[in-house]
């Protein structure tokens, strides 16, 4: 959660036709931005939206306008961006739960699912354009294939991808900050250094947001054999769920295997961003500051999720034993928000996606040099996220729990032990500094659940209580 933004300048103007069709968008939005699955602010009242700037990308009829704007709740105001189509001659075949508003007897809506109109964000990459004050590049090298038709995938994502044929992906992030997005900056340091464990970056689209070139869309290669982590994790646990009899290294499906393999790719991608962008070490301040802000959070999260107040007292506690089992940390740019739904496993191993870092982290947070433990902390919270999220739900069930936690304690091992052997030294050797990570991200997800998917919130919860409860045994 980030805190009161300063204003935010306009982008560079462009085109200033369409102005009160902008208008009337954005009088309409405080109604329709809660249901967006990727609107992060669905807990909080929207208050106003304020355009900031637009830009006309197909002019006429259809028409494709991108907006970018100010979405004001009660303690925050923050950038968006949308991209809105419109068509007179024929009626766009959309879901109504992207129509945005009516205006003078045109539909506008949300145009991210009408193929006629997002090819030509592609089209202007491989031409690389400059479109009312958009910035189309490919990548150096890249040669970008022209007229390709696009779909947005359907994953519960905070930003919008769109999948171009069956060779690109496009995500355009929705929740702006100035400067060049975090997930672009790392893809193309990780590329530099030949990194095996990515989707090659392809392609960009920016803006100018406060003064900044800004990045709102990063284009990647599309990996048509790649399964994602959390549909493989997931599958597995059901298998075992379905015969509690069979013991899970005998099961077909077994996950630790690739869980392991899954902890070399992590540990491979952090020895390359130390390659790529280097290390610092961490002093007492730094030590200081990462406890603060662990324990910042846990007020702000603890006060909007009352579900969350017995746990306070053994968290803070959890958080300042880190003072008194300081353990060295080499401080380096890491994921930021590893989890199963950010890994894909290709024919040719693991792949690792979306750099951005928490979605609700301030840019100052997310751009931090961290320790890497907190990427392994995130990868072993989403274990225990696909063990449990099968028990959401249903009535308790001893023996389902119990299946349930020794799957995640296998796979959490393996993927510590894979780690371990690529990078030299062992996760788990620093005990109270990866407990600690793990709580913090279990707060933060206590935080993500109630705002996104309030059914969830028992899955960090019991985690916050199981490891309490095996750190006082
Ligand atoms: N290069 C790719 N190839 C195939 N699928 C991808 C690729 N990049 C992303 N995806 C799919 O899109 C999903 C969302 O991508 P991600 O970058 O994590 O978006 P977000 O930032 O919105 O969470 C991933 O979980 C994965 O299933
Ligand atoms: O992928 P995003 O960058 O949008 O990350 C956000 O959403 C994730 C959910 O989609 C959320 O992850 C949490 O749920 C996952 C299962 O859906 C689980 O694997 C993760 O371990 C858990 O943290 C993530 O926290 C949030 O930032």
Redesign the pocket.
């Known amino acids: 959660m980030s805190g009161p933004l300063e204003p935010v300048d306009s982008l560079e103007p462009g085109e200033r036709s369409h102005e009160a069709t902008v208008e009337a968008i954005a009088a309409a939005l405080p109604q329709w931005l809660p249901s967006q699955r990727w609107f992060a602010g669905k807990d909080r009242e929207v208050t106003g939206v304020r355009p900031l700037t637009w830009s006309t990308i197909l002019d006429g009829d259809p028409l494709l306008l991108h907006l970018v704007v100010e979405v004001e709740q009660d303690d925050r105001a923050e950038p968006y961006q949308l991209l809105v189509g419109s068509r007179r001659s024929e009626v766009p075949d959309v879901a109504s739960s992207v129509t945005i508003v009516d205006v003078d007897g045109a539909t506008f809506y949300e145009a991210c699912g009408d193929a006629d109109l997002t090819s030509a964000l592609l089209d202007s990459m491989a031409d690389g354009t400059l479109v009312d004050g958009l910035h189309f590049e490919s990548e150096p090298g890249a040669e970008l294939a022209r007229g390709l038709r696009a779909h947005p995938i359907t994953t519960?994502?905070?930003n919008t991808s769109l999948v171009y044929g069956s060779q690109y992906i496009l995500k355009l992030f929705r929740k702006l900050s100035p400067g060049v997005n975090k997930d672009l900056l790392l893809h193309r340091a990780l590329r530099e250094v030949g990194s095996q464990h990515i989707a090659e970056p392809l392609g960009s689209i920016s803006g100018t947001l406060a003064g900044e070139p800004t990045t709102i869309g990063m284009l990647q290669r599309f990996m048509t054999d790649a399964v994602d982590g959390?549909v493989m994790a997931t599958t597995s646990v059901r298998d075992l769920m379905a015969d509690p009899s069979v013991a899970p290294e005998e099961l077909g499906g077994d996950f630790a295997g690739e869980a392991s393999r899954l902890g070399a790719a992590v540990a491979d991608v952090h020895a390359d961003l130390r390659t790529a962008l280097g290390t610092e070490d961490a002093d007492a301040d730094e030590l200081e500051r990462t406890v603060q802000v662990m324990l910042d959070r846990l007020d702000r999260v603890a006060a909007d999720v009352p579900e969350l107040a017995p746990h306070v007292p053994g968290l803070r506690d959890a958080f300042d034993a880190m003072r008194h089992h300081p353990v060295p940390v080499e401080m380096q740019y890491v994921h930021g928000?590893l989890?199963?739904?950010?890994v894909l496993r290709t024919l040719g191993g693991w792949l690792i996606l979306?750099f951005?870092g928490?979605?609700a982290a301030s840019v100052a947070e997310r751009s931090r040099l961290r320790s890497a433990l907190r990427d392994v902390a995130?990868m072993l919270?989403?274990f225990d996220?696909?063990a449990q999220?099968l028990l959401v739900g249903r009535p308790d069930d001893p023996i389902l729990t119990d299946v349930a936690m020794s799957w995640a304690h296998r796979n959490r091992e393996a993927f510590c032990d894979g780690y371990a052997e690529v990078a030299g030294s062992d996760p788990r050797d620093a005990a109270v500094l990866l407990r600690a990570l793990e709580l913090d991200?279990a707060v933060?997800?206590v935080s993500?659940e109630h705002a996104n998917r309030p059914d969830w919130l028992s899955v960090p919860l019991a985690s916050i209580e199981r490891i309490m409860t095996e750190g006082s045994s």
């Open positions: 519960e994502q905070s959390w928000d989890h199963l739904g950010q979306d951005e928490e979605p995130g919270r989403s996220y696909a999220q991200k933060y997800e993500y």
